[in-house]
């Protein structure tokens, strides 16, 4: 998992559904980042999509996390927030 693919989880933690472009946005990343790891993250069971009529004008794919993603945010975050045992108090 990549550093990006980590980022994305932590996002969309934050949301219920988004689309694509509402993660990128999120994330100050453009929305081509978010569709490239996207179908990773889903492959690995920790997002699922759904496409939505009314998420737009025509249309769109809605992603949220799974319990597994949400597990892995928690994680992740908590991970961020702990200081390393090197770091000067």
């Given at each position: 998992m990549t550093d990006t693919d980590r980022s994305i989880i932590v996002a969309m933690a934050t949301f219920d559904e988004a689309t694509c472009?509402?993660?990128?946005?999120?994330?100050?990343?453009?929305?081509?980042?978010?569709n490239r790891n996207l179908p990773t993250l889903e492959?690995?069971?920790l997002v699922r999509s759904r496409w939505e009529p009314q998420a737009s004008?025509?249309?769109?794919?809605v992603y949220r996390l799974t319990g597994r993603g949400r597990a892995l945010a928690e994680t992740i975050r908590d991970a961020r927030l702990t200081p390393s045992a090197g770091s000067v108090s």
């Open positions: 472009p509402t993660i990128a946005s999120a994330m100050g990343v453009c929305r081509q980042t978010i492959r690995m069971g004008r025509i249309g769109a794919l």
